[in-house]
């Protein structure tokens, strides 16, 4: 019976959600830069785009396009933000995957958007949390070329503490252009005792913070940008987490005192796992 819930699910475009985060913006900041020739996990990001005008292939059509990021976790699936599909309900969505260069990659269409909250209901699954900032899409073909797919992490948020990752994305630079290229930062994952801290810095109200999240800093700082949400957090060809935005949430505009906010991977790996079967 479960099975056949989540058929159905599968079976329907995506609805609007309301956003419940601040979008993030494109990767910003002192350290941020393209990708080494070496440094190969990169080849599993992609973008997702809005096709207003299918002709048009130059680099205004991507500014205008670009809807999120993801990452490839199979030859077929994208894993994202769940609000990276605000408002895309009567929009042609595409991932664009095969290159680090947005104008060289392929575009595929999409078989099915999937939020983890549409998932638990099909799975009469009771969540912790209201808000689950996590989905998956499936591509209706795999995708061409030599990508290898990245890794789902198995470290939990306690082991990541301390550690440094990367964070990548199409967001918006610091010209406010969003880049032909992928663009990555460097960055250190703080504690939930540490993220509070910052939390307090600028508000004087009790924040509990979700298991499901973590949070990164650098310094001099790397923020988040419009592109970037739905961007994997990785280490190496690992996926530990998924870019959401800035923390704290609410619009403060730029603030080179404000951290990146990302849910973990190892949180949702029922979900994932579940939907990479699928």
């Known amino acids: 019976m479960k099975s056949q819930r989540l058929l159905f699910f599968l079976s329907l475009q ?11 913006k494109p990767i910003v900041g002192v350290n941020v830069r393209e990708p080494r020739a070496n440094e190969m996990e990169f080849s599993a990001v992609v973008s997702i785009v809005s096709v207003f005008n299918t002709s048009a292939n130059n680099e205004q059509q991507f500014q205008d396009d670009i809807i999120c990021s ?15 599909a605000q408002g895309t309900r009567n929009h042609r969505i595409e991932v664009i995957a095969g290159s680090i260069d947005i104008r060289l990659g392929c575009r595929y269409p999409l078989f099915w958007w999937v939020t983890h909250n549409q998932w ?4 009469l699954r009771r969540n912790r949390y209201t808000v689950n900032d996590i989905s998956v899409i499936k591509l209706l073909g795999q995708v061409h070329g030599s990508i290898v797919p990245a890794v ?11 550690a440094s990752a990367t964070m990548a994305g199409w967001g918006k630079l610091n010209n406010e252009e969003i880049p032909m290229i992928i663009h990555v930062a460097n960055v250190t994952i703080l504690s ?14 009790t924040y509990h913070m979700p298991a499901s999240d973590i949070c990164s800093v650098n ?3 790397v923020l988040l940008e419009h592109g970037d949400s739905g961007g994997p957090l990785l280490q190496g060809n690992v996926i530990v987490g998924v870019n959401l ?8 505009g730029f603030h080179p005192e404000l951290a990146n906010i990302h849910v973990t991977i190892h949180y949702y790996r029922v979900f994932l796992s579940h939907l990479l079967n699928n």
């Open 70 to 84: 993801g990452t490839l976790i199979s030859l077929v699936h994208v894993v994202t933000a769940e609000h990276c």
């Open 14 to 24: 995506i609805f609007y959600i309301q956003p419940t985060r601040t979008i993030a």
């Open 245 to 252: 935005g800035t923390f704290p949430f609410h619009d403060m």
């Open 152 to 162: 789902l992490s198995n470290l939990s948020k306690k082991r990541l503490v301390g």
């Open 192 to 205: 939930d005792f540490d993220c509070l801290a910052i939390h307090h810095q600028f508000y004087d109200f």
């Open 120 to 123: 638990a209901v099909s799975q």
């Open 219 to 221: 310094e001099p700082y």
